[in-house]
């Protein structure tokens, strides 16, 4: 079944489009203005796309103008489409060769009569170059117009793209850490190989132990001894000088008889 790419910075218009053409079997891919429809062009790979022709930043003349001019989506058709107070420019539409308009709100039976004519002619104008292989080889040689303005990259698109590949890859990261982890906790041994198939995870070098710091100087200590005497009659080396008593005085002789007592001299 055909792919549609509806741009339309409108929620209620994107809800409503998605709706009635899903119903009908197509595959519907939404986005909300043109820097994100040009992303999603190489994914997509759209038989029709519906633009709205009034929206913030480019707008769906660009879009088609764009499509028109790249040999890689010449098979796909493009519908214009417009709010009922909004301008559609027909003239403008015609410069960009616009292969449809269409008036919004969407009704089921004029969104469909529009595309499915177009799906079908996308459809086998893709089948009518996949036939020819000299079409493809020939293609980038042809002088074409470069394209208006560069797409600008929507930054939740890059985070969608950033969760799709972590997601992607978690069970990997995950097993490798876990196999990290447990090789650092089993015990070490000389002989011991890692198992077959697994990486050896680096080893951080060794810490080599610091060098230790230089002795500080020893002081001798010295120790002054000043010699003593020692004397006989000295206590523990000491000489101990102590006052000698004093000798008692002599008494007087007593003096013969008939003469006076002598009277010591002074």
Do not use: W
Not at 72 to 81: A, D, G, K, M, W
Not at 200 to 223: C, D, G, K, Y
């Amino acid at each position: 079944m055909s792919r549609i790419l509806l741009v339309d910075d409108s929620p209620h218009a994107q809800r409503m489009g998605e709706r009635i053409l899903s119903d009908e079997g197509y595959e519907v891919v939404t986005v909300s203005n043109a820097d994100s429809a040009l992303i999603r062009l190489a994914d997509v790979d759209p038989d029709v796309v519906l633009a709205d022709t009034v929206m913030p930043g480019r707008t769906g003349y660009e879009i088609c103008q764009y499509l028109k001019m790249s040999p890689r989506h010449r098979h796909v058709r493009v519908i214009l489409t417009a709010g009922v107070l909004e301008p559609l420019d027909e003239v403008h539409s015609q410069r960009v060769e616009a292969d449809g308009i269409l008036k919004k709100p969407f009704e089921a039976s004029a969104l469909l009569a529009a595309v499915k004519p177009l799906a079908e002619a996308a459809a086998k104008d893709r089948a009518e170059s996949a036939a020819q292989p000299g079409t493809a080889a020939a293609a980038p040689e042809a002088k074409v117009p470069a394209a208006p303005f560069v797409a600008v990259v929507d930054a939740e698109h890059v985070r969608a793209a950033v969760t799709v590949a972590l997601d992607a890859s978690m069970e990997t990261m995950v097993e490798e850490i876990a196999r990290r982890v447990l090789f650092a906790l089993r015990p070490q041994h000389p002989d011991a190989h890692p198992a077959e198939g697994a990486t050896a995870p680096l080893q951080p070098e060794a810490p080599q132990p610091a060098p230790p710091p230089p002795a500080a100087p020893r002081f001798e200590s010295v120790r002054r001894v000043t010699p003593l005497r020692l004397r006989s009659g000295s206590m523990l080396g000491l000489q101990i000088s102590r006052p000698e008593p004093e000798a008692p005085a002599a008494e007087p002789e007593p003096a013969p008889e008939g003469q006076p007592p002598a009277h010591p001299t002074d």
